[in-house]
């Protein structure tokens, strides 16, 4: 299964939480290249070895020279570029391939509450639907997985886990034999779309449009299954695949020589001693590049034993129980009805902290503290440390004082007043302005209150008194006696826009109770029946 890492870097800290990671084995680069990286210092040292105790001059002098050509030209393989282009693909198929994977939690939600019935042949049209589901993906898995293909090598094995009868695994060896080129993964999603339809007839399900999305869940669930058919059949092009790893292999073939010391004073290694005993470099070049293409290997193909490929094998099993809990254990049943905490305030203020250090203040939007300076410049000023965040207290957004702002070389006007040439004239009606500009921002300081939490639950209890009382005016209005001898149809209505204007955003209440009964005298009823 893939290796999770994601709790211990939940937080940045102050060292890399990255660093500890390092040492970690399962799922690590070091158990991917581990071995490769053993055969290229074994191939290093065993030349090294050669040139410096087993060579004649002659013999040295022709290795030094192979050394410098494989020292120049090994740049000419473009590994960075190949490596990284590969290795987008691969993760970007790594990921998709994940997402394609279905799940059945969207049907199993659909069939439990659109087929109804505690009989048991309902319960066994929602039960055998989801196990035609999770059959499907069964199927699906063993094609591309070794790992479930290993679990599930026949179908005999598929009928002990309880995901196949005796008589449908008979109906699919017969197609099998009858068109044995095709995949028959599709056979479930067409029965359970069959008891679909069966369940519909019965009267099990009851209205048309749920039966069309249960069908469209059963047809999505079928195409992705059918997608990971795809990504199995299409893989990355296979020209690709060995550029990749001609270029990664032909290059270290050239570095494994030409990183070699030599005692030649034209070489790079001349007078460097630390090359002489270890390449230090060359090991750190050889580990992150083979690396690189480690992990692409490593993720082409998630469905294998690696361990960063999906665990198909957990999948099948909570799916089968997910699928079998939703439908017959949780079958339309639900915690009982309560009042929920913030019933008397309509909506909460603020939600409680465990540690109420961790509130934090609400997010400002850019221009919060946006100041508009006398010259017309806008100037943000430094927030203040002492500023914090309390709670309870009233956050307004700045109202628009709609002033315009202006410079000493334009000409402007605002509210009918035009400044032209005239400069006695633009000072007076500059001070005009001036004063109607703040007679105005003091009045919107005035009229700007604090939204009061309490008025507002009383408006909201009004509201509700109010609907209340005309809903028991109007059941009371339309109990009329019937001189019939039957019973009177009530319908209730939401109350009319009239005698309902506080409360525009009220829930439409209409209940319909039909009770009727034949009368007590044998005297013929030959007037249509009434519905108030």
């Known amino acids: 299964m893939t290796v999770t890492y994601t709790a211990n870097v939940a937080t940045s800290r102050f060292i890399s939480n990255f660093l500890r990671l390092l040492f970690r084995w399962r799922g690590s680069i070091y158990k991917l290249v581990w071995l490769d990286l053993l055969v290229f210092l074994f191939l290093y040292l065993l030349l090294a070895v050669c040139y410096r105790t087993a060579m004649s001059d002659t013999a040295r002098c022709g290795f030094e020279a192979v050394v410098l050509y494989c020292n120049s030209h090994a740049t000419l393989i473009p590994l960075s570029f ?20 279905p799940w059945p939690d969207s049907i199993a939600t659909l069939v439990s509450s659109s087929v109804h019935g505690f009989d048991d042949r309902a319960r066994a049209m929602r039960r055998t639907i989801l196990r035609y589901v999770c059959l499907c ?17 026949t179908y005999d094995q598929i009928i002990d886990a309880g995901l196949l009868q005796q008589n449908e695994k008979d109906i699919i060896e017969t197609l099998n034999l009858q068109f044995p080129y095709y995949p028959k993964h599709w056979m479930p999603i067409v029965w359970a779309a069959s008891i679909v339809m069966r369940a519909r007839r019965e009267n099990k399900i009851r209205d048309d449009y749920a039966v069309k999305t249960i069908i469209d869940e059963l047809n999505r669930f079928r195409g992705l299954c059918g997608f990971l058919l795809y990504y199995d059949w299409v893989s990355v092009p296979l020209v690709y695949t060995q550029v990749v790893t001609l270029a990664t292999y032909t290059f270290f073939l050239c570095r494994v020589i030409g990183q070699q010391w030599i005692d030649n004073p034209h070489s790079r290694t001349a007078g460097n001693r630390i090359d002489q005993y270890f390449p230090i470099m060359t090991i750190l070049e050889f580990f992150f590049y083979m690396g690189w293409l ?32 939703i439908v017959d254990e949780m079958h339309q049943e639900h915690p009982e009805l309560l009042k929920d905490q913030y019933w008397d305030e309509v909506f909460p203020n603020e939600l409680p902290y465990a540690d109420e250090s961790q509130r934090a ?13 006398k010259s017309g410049r806008s100037n943000i000023p430094s927030v203040r440390s002492s500023e914090s965040y309390k709670p309870g207290a009233a956050y307004f957004m700045p109202h628009s004082s709609g002033v315009t702002t202006h410079t000493s070389s334009m000409n402007w006007s605002t509210s009918g007043i035009t400044f032209g040439d005239d400069i006695g004239d633009s000072l007076f009606r500059h001070k ?13 300081r005035h009229s700007s209150t604090s939204l009061n939490f309490e008025e507002l639950i009383e408006q909201r209890n009004r509201e509700r008194r109010e609907r209340l009382r005309h809903r028991f005016l109007n059941m009371r209005n339309n109990q ?8 009177v149809v009530t319908v209730l ?3 009319s826009p009239r005698s309902s204007q506080h409360s525009n955003a009220a829930e439409e209440v209409e209940e319909e109770e039909e009770e009727v009964m034949e009368p007590e005298t044998d005297v013929p009823n030959n007037k249509p029946d009434k519905y108030d």
């Open 82 to 101: 190949v490596l990284g282009f590969f290795v987008s693909i691969v993760m970007n198929r790594w990921w998709a391939q994940y997402t394609t994977i």
């Open 137 to 153: 993906q069964v199927i699906v898995f063993t094609m591309i997985s070794p790992s479930v293909k290993m679990r599930f090598p």
């Open 294 to 325: 480690k992990v692409a290997e490593s993720l082409i193909n998630p469905f294998g034993d690696d361990d960063d490929d999906f665990e198909l094998n957990w999948m099948i099993d909570r799916n089968l129980t997910v699928s079998y809990l």
């Open 361 to 373: 203040a609400p997010p400002e939007h850019s221009t919060a503290r946006l100041v508009q300076s």
């Open 432 to 444: 005009r302005f001036e004063r109607s500009r703040r007679r105005h921002e003091s009045d919107e």
């Open 480 to 487: 009329r006696p019937s001189s019939t001898g039957r019973y």
């Open 493 to 495: 209505r939401p109350p």
